[in-house]
């Protein structure tokens, strides 16, 4: 299968593990993000890709062919690092245009090769500065010229936008989606911020511990986390998560908890009702909590002790808690309204979660 | 006193402007308190460098002899310098220090980079040869040249015994004749100061940062291209100022010299730091030796300036 293809990869360093066992499969043109927590093993998974990091077990494949033991440079690969990784001692043009001088392409192709990346990125009045005369956003943009200029056929991203202001990196992520438009490579890229990681990619891997926890489209993994670490990874404020039993059956199932008693949605009962374990955990977006009951029904009133609200332009964030924990929502009360105090909120139960409490396995 | 300044600091930011005039309030210590804490190594300086300099082109225009009080020493004007101009002795000291100064530098630049090059990575017991190599700059440069006189010798050297034994090589006077004194010089200040370079070269490398490298990786550069196209450039303002050390060294070079060759034979090794000494303390034209010292001033501060023109260090100092 072309694109690029993991297998069974192991990494250790001596008898510290890194990555167990790990197996991908990432299709041609396709844009996937790896996210996940620091030291969970995403950029090393993606160095062992480049070629930078050596594999322990395990196949690397791209394009069909086994790179496993292949050098970097005879990967067909391009890399933005998170440092930008510039030559200092190049001029833009220099920098761009380096893989190429040193794979002996003739001058004039080098030439126009540089000069439509440079257009591409804005970048065509720069070509004779050194990267130190150059603002951040500007080096980036030079570090994913010199990608686009390869040619390759697989764009690594390591973090490329980490060390830009908030404004910057939300521009430069438009900028990258519209790249993958225009170059229709397959790209992989590595990040730890979830939102970067659910606006551009096709499909998100996310890790935890060297481990693949979920893949899937981000609509996927926010709608239908496997597991509890997916559920609370994704999504911003973070899902809330409430130790509860299960009680009932059948249509009558009940999550009871400390301070309340939600039943659980039809979505939810088949699975519910067939889960081994009683005991679970009930997992609760911040965003999936409103001040007035909507008009289905299909809600639980809750009374939550509200210790602050941060007021945020049309909603406000509430930090409170529920029968003693802690727990956080947001709520669309229009940007008029006064900050909200305790007192009874409602929860959307089609949108509730129910996780194996011992497994985290999502039911 | 302290005390006031802290106070007076303290009040001072919050004051407008306006009021400054008006209420009279006391002078902002925080412009003089750096001159404060420079002050000692400032000193320092001009009583231990600057003084000495200036005082020795004030004696160049003298002719005085140690042991003479120097109310009694003539004002000669500029005769000691047209007296340099037109003396082959300083001439020649001066092609030697070049000649020296060349040869050593360039094969210490080669075989500092190159060790560092290749003891650059962890290998195993990197770190035994670094030190091993490191040992030659901790020995003082006067047991530095009583070793070197030892092993050179004609007759009781290991170095004659050794090449005896391993090559069949009929014993030399080393240190006798002018082109071996000359080598055997050089091969000793080879010998003690290529782990200088050693140790700033490794330390240069080693701080550049590993995705650049990894980056040059990708791109397609092979190990040689990877040394001449990006390390040696990244690191270039840190061999310019290797090169600048060991340049002003070169002028600076006595002990080793005096104590292995003294100069000699004839004047085949006799630097022109050596030349000078000899002229000041054997001679004893002080003046003399002063004008010439002057020359050498002269001629170090040139040749700096010009490395530093060509290969300014700050030009790419960057935080890529």
Redesign the interface.
């Given at each position: 299968m072309p694109g690029v293809g993991l297998n069974n990869v192991v990494k250790a360093y001596g008898s510290t593990v890194i990555i167990p066992d790990l197996s991908l499969d990432i299709r041609e043109s396709e844009f996937v993000v790896i996210v996940g927590p620091s030291g969970c093993g995403k950029s090393t998974t993606l160095r062992m890709v480049a070629g930078l990091e050596s594999v322990s077990a395990g196949t690397i494949h791209i394009r069909d062919r086994d790179v496993t033991y292949a050098a970097p440079k005879a990967r067909d690969i391009a890399m933005v690092f998170q440092s930008y990784a510039l030559y200092p001692h190049m001029d833009v043009a220099g920098n761009m245009s380096f893989a190429l001088r040193l794979a002996g392409t003739p001058r004039a192709e080098i030439d126009q090769r540089v000069k439509r990346a440079a257009e591409m990125l804005e970048l065509t009045d720069y070509l004779d500065r050194k990267p130190k005369d150059l603002s951040g956003g500007q080096r980036q943009r030079v570090a994913m010229g010199r990608s686009i200029v390869r040619d390759a056929y697989v764009f690594l991203f390591d973090e490329p936008l980490s060390n830009l202001d908030a404004k910057l990196r939300s521009t430069m992520r438009t900028e990258l989606a519209i790249l993958h438009k225009k170059l229709d490579r397959t790209m992989i890229y590595v990040t730890h911020d979830q939102i970067e990681a659910m606006t551009m990619a096709d499909r998100i891997v996310i890790m935890d511990q060297g481990i693949i926890q979920q893949v899937g489209s981000p609509r996927d993994v926010y709608t239908a986390p496997k597991n509890r670490f997916v559920a609370g990874f994704i999504g911003s404020p973070s899902m809330n998560f409430l130790d509860g039993e299960l009680h009932g059956s059948g249509s009558k199932l009940e999550v009871h908890g400390q301070g309340f008693k939600i039943p659980v949605s039809k979505r939810m009962q088949i699975t519910a009702n067939a889960a081994k374990d009683r005991r679970v955990t009930l997992g609760m977006r911040p965003e999936h909590f409103a001040a007035t009951a909507n008009k289905d029904g299909k809600y639980a009133a809750l009374n939550l002790d509200v210790d602050v609200a941060e007021y945020i332009g049309s909603s406000q964030f509430l930090a409170a808690s529920l029968g003693g924990q802690p727990i956080t929502a947001t709520v669309d009360v229009g940007p008029d309204a006064e900050p909200m105090g305790s007192g009874q909120y409602f929860f959307d139960t089609n949108r509730m979660y129910l996780f194996d409490r011992a497994s985290g396995e999502a039911l | 006193m302290a005390n006031a300044a802290i106070s007076a600091n303290s009040s001072e930011p919050s004051a407008p402007d306006g009021d400054r005039s008006v209420a009279k309030a006391p002078r902002d210590y925080r412009n003089i308190a750096p001159y404060f804490f420079i002050a000692p190594a400032v000193f320092v300086m001009l009583v231990g460098l600057v003084y000495p300099v200036f005082d020795s082109l004030y004696l160049s225009f003298f002719d005085w002899k140690i042991g003479e009080p120097f109310s009694k020493a003539d004002n000669v004007g500029f005769t000691n310098y047209l007296r340099m101009f037109s003396d082959p002795d300083v001439w020649e000291s001066i092609w030697v220090t070049f000649r020296f100064g060349f040869w050593t530098i360039t094969l210490e630049m080669f075989l500092g980079v190159t060790l560092a090059l290749m003891l650059e990575k962890p290998i195993r017991g990197a770190s035994i040869f670094r030190t091993i190599f490191i040992l030659p700059l901790m020995v003082s440069p006067v047991v530095v040249g009583l070793i070197w006189r030892y092993l050179f010798d004609a007759r009781v050297g290991w170095i004659n015994y050794y090449l005896g034994i391993w090559f069949g090589i009929e014993p030399q006077v080393w240190l006798g004749d002018a082109e071996l004194a000359f080598f055997a010089i050089v091969f000793t200040d080879i010998w003690q100061w290529t782990p200088f370079i050693f140790i700033i070269v490794i330390a240069g490398l080693q701080a550049l940062?590993s995705?650049?490298l990894?980056?040059?990786?990708?791109?397609?550069?092979n190990w040689w291209?990877q040394i001449f196209?990006?390390k040696l450039?990244?690191i270039?303002s840190i061999l310019v100022i290797a090169l600048l050390m060991r340049l002003i060294d070169v002028f600076r070079a006595l002990e080793v010299m005096y104590i292995m060759t003294g100069g000699g034979p004839g004047r085949a090794t006799e630097l022109l730091s050596l030349h000078i000494y000899n002229r000041a303390f054997d001679a004893q034209l002080l003046g003399y030796a002063s004008a010439i010292a002057v020359l050498l001033i002269v001629i170090v501060t040139v040749l700096s300036a010009g490395i530093l023109i060509i290969g300014n260090p700050m030009k790419?100092?960057?935080?890529?």
């Open positions: - | 940062p995705e650049v990894e980056a040059s990786r990708i791109d397609g550069a291209q196209l990006v450039p990244m270039s790419d100092k960057s935080d890529v």
